[in-house]
């Protein structure tokens, strides 16, 4: 753990600790004064290594990571954490407002992203919306539920996929798929009613916590995410110029 001495770490008692990954002083200031305010334990790190290694050694309950940082590309720290099984959950905070960046950062297992300039109340809103998801819906006693041949643990926070009945000769076993906290709320909204069309705006506020047109395009990429992870046997139907559903097939 980080001494109580480190000058880049606030400790507060209530809700855990927040690494805060930023090159530029003055932005990481205002987010750690923030974030401090809010109840959070903070630790900046002015490098993606540093980031990393704090990451590693310190279990935080969220990530802000910016995408230009000196030393390593913000994406590739993120890219680094989720082939190593951390799905820490991470918010991407970057002046960098190209599509092709926001899409690629949630791909790679982003929970959610903001472009600076930003206003710090709401990026404390949104790890705290990032926070709940991966807390969960649901419960230590909330039933498991099946829409298909995905089956899933809200109390846990797992899902698992049965093989195609289909290729029995194929084999197989039920097999386990890691989600960010992000994608499994996703998923488990959709299924939880079956059949039903969920516009995007509806799903946005209902799963990110707040509704945009803008935001539009991230149910899209992380709709595209959980069918790439659950392969042939995703349930999640687009239901052209309205959004999604998720079909018990």
Same mark, same amino acid.
């Given at each position: 753990?980080?001494?109580?001495?480190?000058?880049?770490?606030?400790?507060?008692?209530?809700?855990?600790?927040?690494?805060?990954?930023? $090159?530029?002083?003055?932005?990481?200031?205002?987010?750690?004064?923030?974030?401090?305010?809010?109840?959070?334990? /903070?630790?900046?790190?002015?490098?993606?290594?540093?980031?990393?290694?704090?990451?590693?050694?310190?279990?935080?309950?969220?990530?802000?990571?910016?995408?230009?940082?000196?030393?390593?590309?913000?994406? $590739?720290?993120?890219?680094?954490?989720?082939?190593?099984?951390?799905?820490?959950?991470?918010?991407?905070?970057?002046?960098?407002?190209? $599509?092709?960046?926001?899409?690629?950062?949630?791909?790679?297992?982003?929970?959610?992203?903001?472009?600076?300039?930003?206003?710090?109340?709401?990026?404390?809103?949104?790890?705290?919306?990032?926070?709940?998801?991966?807390?969960?819906?649901?419960?230590?006693?909330?039933?498991?539920?099946?829409?298909?041949? &995905?089956?899933?643990?809200?109390?846990?926070?797992?899902?698992?996929?049965?093989?195609?009945?289909?290729?029995?000769?194929?084999?197989?076993?039920?097999?386990?798929?890691?989600?960010?906290?992000?994608?499994?709320?996703?998923?488990?909204?959709?299924?939880?009613?079956?059949?039903?069309?969920?516009?995007?705006?509806?799903?946005?506020?209902?799963?990110?916590?707040?509704?945009?047109?803008?935001?539009?395009?991230? /149910?899209?990429?992380?709709?595209?995410?959980?069918?790439?992870?659950?392969?042939?046997?995703?349930?999640?139907?687009?239901?052209?110029? &309205?959004?999604?559903?998720? $079909?018990?097939?």
């Amino acid at each position: 753990m980080a001494a109580r001495d480190d000058p880049a770490t606030d400790r507060a008692p209530d809700r855990g600790l927040v690494v805060v990954v930023e $090159d530029e002083s003055v932005i990481a200031d205002v987010v750690r004064r923030y974030l401090t305010a809010a109840g959070f334990a /903070v630790r900046i790190c002015r490098t993606g290594q540093e980031g990393l290694a704090a990451v590693r050694a310190d279990r935080p309950v969220a990530i802000v990571l910016d995408i230009g940082l000196p030393d390593m590309d913000g994406l $590739d720290l993120c890219r680094r954490l989720r082939d190593g099984g951390d799905w820490t959950p991470v918010l991407f905070a970057t002046a960098r407002d190209e $599509d092709v960046d926001r899409i690629l950062g949630l791909e790679l297992g982003g929970d959610d992203y903001l472009v600076k300039p930003f206003n710090p109340r709401e990026l404390v809103a949104r790890v705290r919306a990032v926070l709940r998801r991966a807390g969960g819906p649901g419960g230590a006693g909330a039933a498991a539920l099946r829409v298909g041949r &995905v089956r899933i643990d809200p109390g846990r926070r797992r899902v698992w996929v049965d093989p195609d009945p289909a290729r029995p000769a194929a084999g197989g076993e039920e097999r386990e798929v890691d989600l960010t906290a992000t994608e499994f709320d996703l998923l488990l909204h959709l299924a939880r009613s079956p059949g039903r069309v969920f516009e995007r705006a509806g799903l946005l506020s209902a799963v990110w916590g707040y509704a945009s047109a803008a935001g539009a395009r991230t /149910v899209d990429v992380h709709v595209a995410a959980l069918r790439a992870k659950l392969g042939d046997a995703s349930p999640i139907r687009t239901v052209r110029g &309205v959004g999604y559903a998720a $079909d018990d097939r």
